[in-house]
């Protein structure tokens, strides 16, 4: 059983950053993929960035490809995402996810586990 608590979301204006991260509780984190989803008001949830569990892989949606980073400290437990020049189009609740091995099933939206979400609001 792994449990996903994300932090770091807020309200930031337009073209600035913010930072997410996601603790996870378990002792096998480092057998677990790991990304990150949002979802904005009236749209279904669609996938934003990945990471391998070794760190080595990552994949971006298009939409955010260049301006947000994902990383990931296995002796923290922890998966972060770097969000630079936010875009209104940006605002979501945005939730950390984990599967195990399988990053490519990941970007599908195939997770075994998710968080409970965070806010972001990008103002204009």
Do not use: H
């Amino acid at each position: 059983q792994v449990q996903l608590v994300e932090s770091g979301g807020g309200l930031v204006q337009a073209g600035g950053s913010l930072g997410l991260s996601c603790a996870a509780s378990g002792r096998t984190f480092s057998s677990y993929a790991m990304g990150w989803f949002r979802q904005a008001p009236g749209k279904e949830r669609e996938f934003v960035a990945a990471i391998s569990w070794s760190g080595g892989s990552t994949y971006y949606a298009d939409s955010v490809k260049d301006r947000f980073t994902v990383s990931r400290d296995n002796t923290k437990r922890t998966v972060y995402l770097q969000m630079n020049s936010l875009k209104p189009e940006d605002t979501a609740v945005y939730y950390c996810a984990a599967k195990l091995l399988n990053i490519a099933a990941m970007t599908r939206g195939l997770c075994d586990y998710w968080g409970q979400g965070t806010q972001v609001t990008v103002s204009s």
